[in-house]
């Protein structure tokens, strides 16, 4: 009977500390570390925390992270996404389809007549971005070649100087990430918004 009740105590200790170390874990892993990992970020990185918001003429307009579509000649455009109904955050993925698959195949080529005949060029001309998904389908950039292309055809929608628009398409050019990481790219958003305060017309 002792034997027992001196496991019982035992046991009981042995619970409480365990209970005590899940309290004071949950607290500091739970409460106090995202409070100061929030706080260093909204300090240090105050337009990454709050999802990389663009703004323009007070209202916001999206995300530089999140790709978009733009209806009409006078944008540039993005790629072609397979989320949802199209850049639907909730719904990121892919199509899924192989390279060889017969859906996929009519889609890209479908793509290139319409952007080669929008864009006024050679459908072999078509750079790969314009015509394929991102994996995610929200990519926000497209390829310095996609965007050049689109130039003469904005600046034509636009009323503006051809030369004028190709130079703001430069201006966006990112290069690689540390230098090395990924490719030059042009991020769409940043762009149209560039684009929207230079003409002043039309809404992204």
Do not use: C, K
């Not at 989320?83 to 719904?91: I, K, M």
């Not at 310095?144 to 929608?157: H, K």
Request: proline share 7%.
């Amino acid at each position: 009977m002792t034997s027992l009740t001196a496991t019982l105590a035992a046991l009981g200790r042995q619970s409480l500390a365990g209970l005590r170390v899940l309290l004071l874990l949950t607290v500091l892993l739970g409460v106090a570390y995202p409070l100061a990992v929030t706080a260093v970020a909204q300090v240090a990185f105050p337009r990454q925390a709050h999802g990389s918001m663009i703004e323009l003429d007070g209202r916001t307009v999206g995300s530089s992270l999140v790709g978009q579509a733009f209806e009409g000649p006078e944008w540039f455009h993005g790629r072609p996404s397979a989320a949802g109904d199209g850049y639907d955050a909730l719904a990121s993925g892919a199509s899924n389809l192989g390279p060889e698959n017969p859906d996929l195949l009519a889609a890209v080529e479908e793509r290139r007549a319409a952007v080669a005949a929008q864009d006024g060029v050679d459908p072999d001309d078509v750079p790969p971005d314009a015509l394929t998904a991102s994996a995610s389908g929200l990519d926000p950039h497209v390829s310095p070649e996609y965007a050049r292309q689109q130039a003469d055809r904005v600046a034509s929608a636009r009323g503006l100087d051809p030369a004028e628009v190709r130079g703001l398409v430069e201006e966006h050019v990112q290069g690689r990430t540390l230098g090395v990481l990924g490719a030059p790219r042009v991020n769409v958003l940043e762009l149209n918004v560039a684009l929207e305060r230079r003409s002043g017309a039309g809404e992204p």
